[in-house]
T-cell receptor, first 115, second 111 residues
Framework: KAGVTQTPRYLIKTRGQQVTLSCSPISGHRSVSWYQQTPGQGLQFLFEYFSETQRNKGNFPGRFSGRQFSNSRSEMNVSTLELGDSALYLC??????????????FGPGTRLTVT | GENVEQHPSTLSVQEGDSAVIKCTYSDSASNYFPWYKQELGKRPQLIIDIRSNVGEKKDQRIAVTLNKTAKHFSLHITETQPEDSAVYFCAASSGANNLFFGTGTRLTVIP
């Protein structure tokens, strides 16, 4: 079974631009969570989608948004990019939530650099 | 919200020795505690997890213990090998799929 995939793997953007990142979960997994990883703040939860609905949201500004499609693929969007948005963006998929269904498996991440 | 603290931030051990990483959490509603291993430039990999109805879980050289009363959990790696060198993250969750991570422990196994 193929693992979680993310595209693109690397991205360079300029301040003020917007960016869209994509995540394809493991086949059969219906939950996708997004995390931001930086040296200073570590791994921080952004949001989680299950069956096309956002179930949880972390403490990030409204410039960060996401969605999930009927095939469970998910996208996240960051608008009006700031230098501080430079990070590794990881998505993780799980079967569902609660019990063993909540085990999360990570994709390789998208390395975003904002200049 | 949940706050997870992890210690130590760096750990060096001789090959064959044991390594212990400790985490504490603040939210008594947390009931799921996974551990991830992240090698340089790679994705975090789930290596073991424990739920609040269990006090200890083992998988070969890796074990995790949980003390719900004290709100702490630990990762134990025995007979360490050079390939165990990586950054290890603990995390906590209250059942929703939003993991709160510790700040990571860089483990170096010296051959």
């Amino acid at each position: 079974k193929a693992g979680v995939t993310q595209t693109p793997r690397y991205l360079i953007k300029t301040r003020g631009q917007q960016v869209t990142l994509s995540c394809s979960p493991i086949s059969g997994h219906r939950s996708v969570s997004w995390y931001q990883q930086t040296p200073g703040q570590g791994l921080q939860f952004l949001f989680e989608y299950f069956s096309e609905t956002q179930r949880n949201k972390g403490n990030f500004p409204g410039r960060f948004s996401g969605r999930q499609f009927s095939n469970s693929r998910s996208e996240m969007n960051v608008s009006t990019l700031e230098l501080g948005d430079s990070a590794l963006y990881l998505c993780a998929s799980s079967l569902g939530f609660g019990g063993p269904q909540s085990e999360q498996y990570f994709g390789p991440g998208t390395r975003l650099t904002v200049t | 919200g949940e706050n997870v603290e992890q210690h130590p931030s760096t750990l060096s051990v001789q090959e064959g020795d044991s390594a212990v990483i400790k985490c504490t959490y603040s939210d008594s509603a947390s009931n799921y505690f996974p551990w991830y291993k992240q090698e340089l430039g790679k994705r975090p990999q789930l290596i073991i997890d424990i739920r609040s109805n269990v006090g200890e879980k083992k998988d070969q050289r890796i074990a995790v213990t949980l003390n719900k009363t004290a709100k702490h959990f630990s990762l134990h790696i025995t007979e360490t090998q050079p390939e165990d060198s990586a950054v290890y993250f603990c995390a906590a969750s209250s059942g929703a799929n939003n993991l709160f991570f510790g700040t990571g422990t860089r483990l170096t196994v010296i051959p």
